[in-house]
């Protein structure tokens, strides 16, 4: 059996499309949205919508962690349009019709952080199913599958523009993954609370990775534990006990997925 796996994919349509060849199964972790894309600032949907220069300002500030800033800059850009909520679920809706029309039968898909997870049900088809905190059977062995990403401790989010990800609590997460049993491979978009699997050597800051995920791996002992999230990570793979723990690449700019074989 081969099963391919790819994460991140940003709006790489044309290599999504080519993601499934020669596999049994594709699976998909999330982040299929390009909203800002920081190698192309005229890319994505910001880019799209503001143009090139505006995101290369937006870029900067995030990248010197100039957060109140950052807000700031971006409220100024939604408020001056008319119906900015409207025009974003337009831009994510166009790149959806796309990338959902690109994968491959069969296709297991669960959302990421850059992901508006209540629109998926409408690109669902034969072939193609979305899960999130729900399990699958591929070639004899059972995935298990919980999407987003991790919400600070103790931030709140507010309403501060016209489109917000995919964020849950800690608890949230696990209790999605509580949900699962026991599976022989565990499929999210956020890494397992592994220092090495979490820090962005180019971003040169840890993102957050799951405390229930690691508990859950060293608990349940699947075959696999898969994911991504972490663009550039200090480690791809590190075993956590029985479990081989991988981040399957920045599939945006890689365009080669992950294979398992068993």
Known sequence: MRVHVVSDVHGNAEALARAGEGADALVVL?????FVDYYDHGKGILGRIF??????????LR?????????????SLWEGLDDAAAVVR?????????????????????????DSPE?????????????????????????????????????VPGNRGPWRPYLRTED????GLAGLGEVDVLCTHVPPAVAELTYDVVAQRPELGSTSLLKTIERDRPR???????????????RVGW????????????GTPYVLRW
């Open 30 to 34: 999330g982040d299929l949205v390009d």
């Open 51 to 60: 143009g090139a220069e505006k995101v290369a300002v937006f870029a900067r």
């Open 63 to 75: 990248r010197e962690r100039l957060g109140a800033e950052t807000v700031r800059y971006m409220r």
């Open 90 to 114: 337009e831009a994510i809706f166009e790149q959806y019709t796309e990338l959902f029309a690109a994968m491959t039968a069969p296709t297991y898909a669960t959302p990421g952080n850059v």
């Open 119 to 155: 629109l998926w049900p409408r690109f669902a088809r034969d072939g193609v199913r979305v899960l999130d905190g729900e399990t699958a059977e591929i070639g004899g062995l059972r995935f298990g599958f919980a999407g987003g990403a991790l919400l600070y401790p103790g931030f």
């Open 172 to 175: 949230e997460f696990g209790a």
């Open 224 to 238: 696999w534990s898969v994911f991504g999230h972490v663009h550039q990570p200090l480690a791809r793979r590190v």
């Open 243 to 254: 479990t081989e723990c991988v981040n399957v690449g920045h599939f945006q700019r890689s």
